[in-house]
């Protein structure tokens, strides 16, 4: 009786395979290196250069030396400009600020207004004067038929002085914005509204309760609203006669929301001192983002910095520099224009998109992305190499014993 052949007893007689010939041994090991060679001479150079974060030179210790502050350009505000009192209505500084005057109505008129000539009157000569210190734009529009807002109470009729009464708790929700045609910002740099509301016949003359008949008021970081109370009969056009009295409160309001102080005398040293000051604030603005921005690439060291941006502080160093000098003798205008310069170029390069994105991209995000691609390539070609260079070993061993 037979008995059965286990698995292992088969296996020891089964025969070897056929010695592969030194030929084939080494061509297999030539194409093993040459997919190897082509990893490490091409592949791996080609994604270093395309996944590796550019980072242009910075001067960083001239950077830092900038943003020491006061010691800079021996700039000390208190010593430097005579003291006025802080304008807490102001807007914050901007390169640029948009102007919108508006009419608006409830009626059907007036229709038209004089705004072209009484701008160039009573505004441009203000923005021309401050020209150095900030761009202005400027837009009009009309509106007709333009209700209340309904969140306030509205004007009450006062029988005793004939007046229509608006209450000083009306006055913050007087702008009807949900039907008011009023952006809070065009584009680049804030906008100020000035309003110029005209009520109907039936409503005149509108005033402001408990403030001497007066008929305008500002709204904090937004303009200024002004009433024009029509005598006789609504005028389909305002004429220039007309706005007088409100154009002169506009282009008050327009100063004081641009920072010019009201104790520095004559409009010319009003305007004076607004230059001055800006140009101190400038210096010192821009000197605090040169010391930001080198402190964020110290301490990240994964965000990009592009060219444009080392571009942007070369130029920031070298206005800055010349504001100084300009500053030192006195010659405001110029400071002001390489200050203004040097900010813009500073603020700019700070918030460049390219370099602010890069830190929401850090390596742990590229090994999750690449892992998933190189690993089911490379786990081959290791252990491939790995067995080859085993074998090549053995061999030399045999042929050492």
């Known amino acids: 009786m037979e008995h059965p052949v286990s698995n292992d007893v088969k296996r020891a007689e089964a025969p070897a395979p056929p010695a592969q010939s030194p030929q084939v041994t080494w061509t297999r090991r030539w194409i093993i290196m040459s997919f190897w060679a082509i990893i490490v001479c091409f592949g791996l150079p080609h994604w270093l250069l395309t996944t590796s974060t550019y980072r242009a ?112 708790s009306d006055l913050r929700g007087f702008i009807n914005a949900a039907e008011w045609p009023l952006s809070p910002s065009i584009g680049a740099g804030p906008t100020m509204n000035f309003v110029l509301y005209v009520p109907a016949l039936e409503q005149t003359p509108l005033v402001i309760a408990e403030t001497g008949r007066s008929t305008s008021w500002m709204i904090l970081q937004w303009g200024g609203v002004a009433i024009l109370n029509q005598v006789g009969e609504p005028s389909p056009k305002l004429t220039m006669a007309d706005m007088e009295p409100v154009m002169l409160t506009f282009a008050e309001q327009l100063a004081t929301l641009l920072g010019l102080p009201s104790d520095a005398g004559s409009f010319d040293n009003r305007v004076l001192h607004l230059k001055q000051t800006r140009a101190v604030s400038l210096i010192k603005s821009a000197s605090s983002t040169l010391g930001a921005l080198s402190r964020l690439t110290l301490k990240l060291k994964a965000i990009a910095i592009p060219d444009t941006v080392a571009a942007a502080v070369d130029k920031t160093l070298s206005s800055l520099e010349q504001a100084c000098n300009a500053l030192q003798l006195g010659k405001w205008d110029t400071a002001l224009h390489h200050a203004r310069t040097g900010n813009d170029a500073i603020e700019t390069a700070f918030f460049e998109p390219s370099m602010v994105g890069q830190v929401y991209f850090p390596d742990e995000h590229k090994v999750a992305v690449y892992v998933p691609l190189l690993g089911p390539m490379a786990v081959p070609l290791i252990m491939t190499g790995l067995k080859e260079f085993r074998s090549w070993r053995q061999a030399r061993k045999a042929k050492a014993d």
């Open 57 to 168: 030179t910075l001067p960083l210790d001239s950077m830092d030396w900038w943003a020491q502050g006061d010691q800079v350009c021996a700039v000390d505000e208190a010593g430097w400009l005579p003291q006025h009192s802080e304008n807490e209505k102001a807007f914050r500084y901007a390169s640029t600020y948009h102007l919108t005057f508006s009419l608006f109505t409830p009626a059907a008129m007036p229709a038209d207004w004089s705004i072209e000539e009484a701008l160039n009157q009573y505004v441009r000569p203000l923005t021309t004067a401050l020209s150095n210190v900030s761009d202005f734009t400027i837009e009009t529009q009309v509106q007709l038929h333009a209700s209340f807002s309904p969140s306030i109470a509205g004007p009450q009729f006062d029988a005793a002085t004939r007046d229509w009464i608006l209450q000083k």
